[in-house]
């Protein structure tokens, strides 16, 4: 099983990009999946994640300025970010969880000039 995540880069405060992650290899059925991010020399945090019921949870920090969507039959989970911040700066990580265990992806760099 691997997570495939892109669509990280350099871009300016108030600007956009979209990550996507794409799941592959034998997944099985996914409880939940979405973004951390871990910011230099702090920890890793939630960013946004939906479930198989399709509740969304995002962290207050993101509320709307990102939106999280998702392709379940291809077992892909997208990230919209929007007005971007010099503070969402960090590596951003998509992960799954199935039957209480989280894969991670290996995060991709965003950064948020000023």
């Known amino acids: 099983v691997q997570l495939q995540a892109s669509g990280g880069g350099l871009v300016q405060a108030g600007g956009s990009l979209r990550l996507s992650c794409a799941v592959s290899?034998?997944?099985?059925?996914?409880?939940?999946m979405g973004w951390y991010r871990q910011a230099p020399g702090k920890q890793r945090d939630l960013v946004a994640r939906?479930?198989?019921?399709?509740?969304?949870k995002y962290a207050d920090s993101v509320k709307g300025r990102f939106t999280i969507s998702g392709e379940g039959a291809k077992n892909t989970v997208f990230l919209q970010m929007n007005s971007l911040k010099p503070d969402d700066t960090a590596v951003y990580f998509c992960y799954f969880n199935q039957m209480g265990h989280d894969y991670w992806g290996r995060g991709t760099l965003v950064t948020v000039s000023s």
């Open positions: 290899g034998n997944v099985g059925y996914i409880n939940d």
């Open positions: 939906v479930t198989d019921a399709g509740t969304i």
